[in-house]
């Protein structure tokens, strides 16, 4: 059985413990605060930011999988997370001469600039220009630099269980469809997340670069439209930008990300055989709303 490092051990990274775990894997996450993590995941307290409290990293691991998250969205948080983090964590692992089979890494289709409803995929450029983009692409070739084999996963928007932004907008009746062409979104669920990680882990000889990207991108008004259905309330109205909420970003903020528009192809996932347990946004939304109603009438 495999040692396996969940370095930034939460909602995904646990997920993914806790299917390796019950295969016989030993698994352990890293975290920079005590908190509950699931039984067949050994917590390992440390910050990736400081290289001191990497010192005791278990030995003789064989695979890393890199998912730590930002702290917060600003440039200083995306730099310490994907940039510096991996940085530390690579050189903690030279320092005690382990020698891991494989790295991946959890980026993000924010990486591409396209905003025109183009279709991107792994050999598409990669230019964006925010601090987003630019940090975890960053990230992305820290890690492909380490000499050690290296996978990065850039994966769209994910949903899944405490995830639900999305249909807490169109309940509460805050969601808008945004006017003009087609704003394309991507997504994949939580559960997804964790399986194509674990796919990657045991496939032989893989690509570098991967998409995880459901089969699915779809413009925004219709995932919004076929949310209100399922939950039997008023179809969001239809405006250039949404209302803003006090605290929330920026109105400027708010129509940059509307902006966003691009179609990302799973093609190479998909040629991997790895097979979605939740193919569009449909199937993990569906399942998604049957979990929260079973669990509001036990």
């Not at 990736?48 to 930002?70: E, F, G, K, N, Q």
């Not at 320092?95 to 891991?100: A, E, N």
């Not at 062409?181 to 032989?204: F, G, S």
Request: charged share 20%; proline share 8%; glycine share 8%.
């Amino acid at each position: 059985m495999a040692r396996i490092l969940i370095a930034g051990c939460g909602d995904v990274g646990a997920t993914l413990g806790q299917s390796l775990g019950a295969t016989g894997h030993e698994v352990w996450g890293l975290i920079r605060q005590p908190r509950s993590l699931p039984s067949a995941i050994r917590p390992v307290i440390a910050d990736l930011t400081d290289p001191a409290s990497l010192a005791d990293l278990p030995a003789r691991l064989d695979y890393i999988v890199y998912s730590a998250a930002a702290s917060g969205f600003d440039e200083a948080s995306y730099q310490a997370a994907y940039v510096t983090g991996v940085s530390h964590l690579l050189d903690a692992l030279r320092r005690t001469g382990q020698q891991p089979k494989r790295l991946l890494f959890t980026s993000s289709t924010s990486v591409y600039a396209q905003h025109q409803g183009e279709w991107v995929d792994e050999d598409s450029p990669a230019e964006a220009t925010g601090f987003s983009g630019r940090c975890l692409r960053a990230g992305e070739q820290v890690l492909w630099e380490s000499g050690w084999p290296a996978i990065a996963v850039r994966f769209a928007g994910i949903y899944g269980p405490g995830r639900t932004r999305l249909i807490d907008t169109v309940r509460d009746g805050i969601a808008v469809c945004p006017a003009g062409p087609p704003v394309y979104t991507n997504r994949i669920h939580r559960d997804d997340c964790a399986r194509v990680l674990e796919h990657l882990l045991w496939l032989p000889d893989p690509e570098p670069l991967y998409l995880g990207v459901d089969d699915a991108p779809a413009p925004l008004d219709e995932v919004l439209c076929w949310l209100a259905a399922r939950l039997g309330v008023a179809e969001p109205p239809r405006a250039a930008q949404p209302p803003q909420k006090p605290g929330a970003e920026t109105r400027s903020n708010a129509a940059m990300r509307l902006r966003v528009s691009k179609r990302c192809r799973n093609a190479r996932l998909r040629a991997s055989g790895f097979q979605f347990r939740y193919p569009s946004y449909r199937d993990g939304y569906a399942a998604l709303l049957d979990g929260i109603a079973d669990a509001a009438n036990p």
